[in-house]
Nanobody, 127 residues
């Protein structure tokens, strides 16, 4: 059974960069489309990015387009989220999630389509 564990969160100054990792165990990640999500305190969870099984298709929320990059290394069973030019409003708990639903059928990692979730890692952007 697939399990996901996020890592790489922490405290970073505005304008800084950080890379989050989503490591999978229990199953091969290359049969899952993967999404990254963020939940800020008091707000609903927001879908940030999605990558298909092969890593050939990606999609981003408007709030992170041009600043965040999702990628994957199926040989390492890991998906990454590179975050640049971080802003205080990027603060929140970042979670990865997986789905076996086809990329477009899942609405490019729409939250209802996600089947397995990690527990999240906290990112705080503050000076």
């Amino acid at each position: 059974q697939l399990q996901l564990v996020e890592s790489g969160g922490g405290l970073v100054q505005p304008g800084g960069s950080l890379r989050l990792s989503c490591a999978a165990s229990g199953s091969s990640l290359d049969t899952y489309n993967i999404g990254w999500f963020r939940q800020a305190s008091g707000k609903e969870r927001e879908r940030l990015a999605c990558i298909n099984m092969a890593g050939s298709l990606t999609n981003y929320a408007g709030s992170v387009t041009g600043r965040f990059t999702i990628s994957r290394d199926n040989a390492k069973n890991t998906v990454y989220l590179q975050m640049n030019n971080l802003k205080p409003e990027d603060t929140g708990v970042y979670s990865c999630a997986a789905t076996t639903r086809p990329y477009y059928a899942s609405a490019q990692c729409g939250e209802p389509a996600m089947e397995v979730w990690g527990s999240g890692t906290l990112l705080t952007v503050s000076s």
